[in-house]
């Protein structure tokens, strides 16, 4: 073999092996969002409000895993999607409904039962207004939406614990057991937000905050605020 | 022959010092006065200041040294340098060894490093752990740092503008965002971090679930946030301004996105903001636990369980986040 050939085939060797280094990094890096991203930049003309439905259940029932508790999203088209990373025009105010079909118990911090960074301060549940919750009382707690860099947290009461009528698997309608939370708030500058349930409610995980809740799609995610 | 060796070994020698000197003093004097006063993480606070200085001190210490072993490089391989068709080693007999050089350069370092360690404990100690955490017992503390802890705790901690009481702040790490309470105005909890210039502030810094670290960069505090610890760290308050403030201990999905910005403002806009966030806040603070500088984290029906009582603060028993009794 000539020098040169020696040389070409070190050299594309070395290419290759970067190559797949590169790619694995990209591959762990990328571990893929149960739906991808749902686009809300288009459902309404430009500075419309935008309607956000979405909802809470215990355990999705499908998927990898069927057991861990999770948000889905409907989609402008109005079907249900597994997917935790929302497409938001900026300086827009998002009209958000949460229908809650999960359990809940005492806030590991009471602070994120004080609702915050959203339009008027007030939280509607099932059509009664409040701004902090006691989530010592009642049924609890069993989720928060929080936008830690927005400044915004909401507390997401739970469904009573002795409920009959209960969803085990996503998604849940409206004939079973719910809570109706709605609330607004205004998208900022673009940018991506990250998102995440403050309640430690991965069961089953230590201190409840393993799998679902440290798992991409299922209890946190992104807003991807555009222009 | 031997007297000329020795001669002009004398020579190289005083004439690598005179140039080392002049330019070690011209290079540190323009590192003081050019790059000194930019050097992280800047002056917002005493301990920043400080840190920043001992920074530049030890830069202006080590430049010197650093120059000399260039300087030396360069000289030896002018001066020294293996002449072509030489039959002689590089270096001549002169490389083989010189114990003169040798001690030199052990006995010069050793005494700077030495110098050095004493400098550093000596700011450590003077400036109250320099704005590292000192665990729940902290050795040093400005004055009136005690009272001031011990009455937050009863509930009598006073602050106001020009009282130049000692302003605790408790940081609580959770997964995955800080929170603030502040013990002198009710303790109230908030997810904004203000503070009031010329104020000296203790931080006591706990986490709620695994390990955090509370790293305010530009107050120049890093204090590790566990779990039923109550980690303590000083700083005086300088310049007003903004600061961000990370987590520096990887916890988990969302490590990357636990910050916050926090903002130094007059000693007048704080004492607005505290009593009208006190007055806001009010019926959540209501439903926290008992002020305790730490907490048992409940694992709140997550099949979690509780974590175990420690109960080893020096301040008070500890208090139930998530209890399934409300504070009283």
Known sequence: ?227 | MAADNAKSEVNHIRRMTTWWIIISVVVDVLYWILVGPHVPPGRMTESAHNNQTTFNVLMVAALPVLLGVWLYLGYAVVVWGSKRNSTESVGGEAARTNRKTQVSWIVITSIIVVILAGYGTVAVIEEHGSGGGEGPNPVWSPSGAAKAETAALAGTATWSPGSKNVLPVQVIAQQWKFTYRYPTFGGFESDQLVLPVDTEVAFNVTSLDVIHSFWAYQLSIKADANPMVNDVAYTGIQHTGSFVVRCSELCGIWHGSMYNYGKVVSQSDFMNWATKTETANAANTKLLPPFAWTYVPDANGANGGLYPDGNKTPYSTVEVYGSKTPAS
């Open chain 1, 1 to 227: 073999m000539s020098r040169n050939a020696r040389l070409a085939t070190v050299l594309g060797a070395f290419v290759v092996a970067v190559g797949l280094v590169v790619a694995a990094v990209a591959v762990y890096l990328t571990p893929g969002i149960p739906g991808g991203t749902v686009d809300f930049t288009k459902s309404q003309p430009a500075g419309a409000p935008v309607n956000l439905t979405i909802q809470t259940v215990g355990s999705i029932g499908f998927g990898a895993h069927p057991t861990w508790v999770t948000y889905m999203v409907k989609s402008p088209s109005g079907k249900w999607v597994h997917s935790t990373d929302w497409q938001l025009p900026a300086n827009t105010v998002i009209n958000v409904t949460v229908l809650q079909f999960d359990s809940g118990s005492p806030l590991r911090n009471q602070q994120w039962g004080q609702a915050s960074g959203i339009t008027g301060s007030t939280v509607s549940l099932n059509g009664k207004p409040f701004s902090t919750y006691d989530s010592y009382t009642g049924n609890g707690v069993g989720h928060t939406f929080t936008v830690p860099a927005l400044g915004i947290d909401v507390p997401l009461v739970g469904i009573s614990s002795n409920a009959t009528n209960t969803c085990g698997v996503a998604p849940c309608g409206t004939n079973y057991d719910h809570n109706t939370i709605t609330f607004s708030f205004k998208t900022a500058e673009p940018g991506n937000y990250p998102w995440q349930c403050f309640v430690p409610c991965a069961l089953g995980y230590l201190y409840g905050n393993g799998g679902p809740m440290s798992t991409q799609g299922y209890m946190g995610g992104f807003l991807e605020v555009v222009r």
